[in-house]
């Protein structure tokens, strides 16, 4: 299988490092062998090479801080030189736009290449239409690193799931503001709280996109539309973040046997989609009250096995770099 990566910060770094790591074992196990053939990233450089690139190199020169040579400077010529079978596409979030990332994808599905993609902006913004060019493009469109990093929810829903009716989900979707709420029950303010999650690294300087809900408010609108077929655009949906909650907000509910959780809800009102974020005051005895620090999880109820939850990492180098390695498999398993 010939691999392109389109975005090499993080998450892309994470991934070129599990494909180093389990090269031997993801042959013998699943008869899965690579080859990647070019790497493009705005920041890191470019290195293209239609027999395949020395990966561990390329890793060692990005570590390196130096930039990578050799391949075209933007990424969509890259792509559309490119002689490869899937794209794996890791560049940054555009929550408004979805740009860069749905260009790419658009000119790979065109060309008949798989894409896979960690990239919210697109899955918000133009499921449908990229869903759509895919399937044109006898070409498959894969995401889990989308919604809860590398917690299998997609792969559960599509496969684990089959056959069952989706009814409901929701749950904490966000992990910066499940650890803020976390350190606040155990007194911190919500600025010190802030603070606390900033130092550790799970919030950015602008904590807008966690803490005014906006992360948790793209993923809700992926899982409406991929999983319920909602045509929805994130800001159709009310969404409210957590800075108003108050220390002696979380001590009440916890008085009255609840706890504040940021909830991310998509559920069905007749024939309609419907999906919002906002803080909740969720039962002790539910299994979302549990789940505390930087955790996601979600409870996805069902007309066959009821309610299921899930819980694992929503964010984290390595877990979305094997979100990818996870939907590689899942092609090549597809390939037999």
Known sequence: MKLLLIGFGTVGQGLAELLLEKKEALAKQYNFKYTVVGINDMLKGSIYDAKGIDLAKALKTVKSD????????????????????????????????GEPATSHIKEALKKGMHVITTNKGPLALNYKTLSNIARKNKAKFLYEGTVMSGSPLINLIRETLAGSEIKEIKGILNGTTNYILTRMEEGLSYEEALKKAQELGYAEAVP???????????????????????????????????????????????????????????????????????PQQVELTHPLAGVMGATNALTIATDTVKEVTIVGPGAGRRETGYSMLNDLLHLNACKK
């Open 66 to 97: 130096k930039k990578l040579t050799g391949g075209p400077e933007k990424a969509l010529e890259m792509i559309k030189k490119a002689k490869a079978d899937v794209m794996l596409e890791a560049t940054y979030t555009d929550i408004k736009t």
């Open 208 to 278: 807008d996109a966690d803490v005014l809900g906006w992360d948790a408010l793209a993923k809700v609108t992926i899982l409406a539309n991929s999983v319920f077929g909602a045509e929805l655009k994130p800001f159709d949906n009310p969404c409210e973040g957590i800075t108003k909650i108050t220390a002696d907000d979380i001590k009440k509910a916890k008085a009255n046997g609840k706890r504040f959780k940021l909830i991310g809800h998509i559920w069905k009102e007749g024939k309609k989609v419907k999906a919002s974020v906002s």
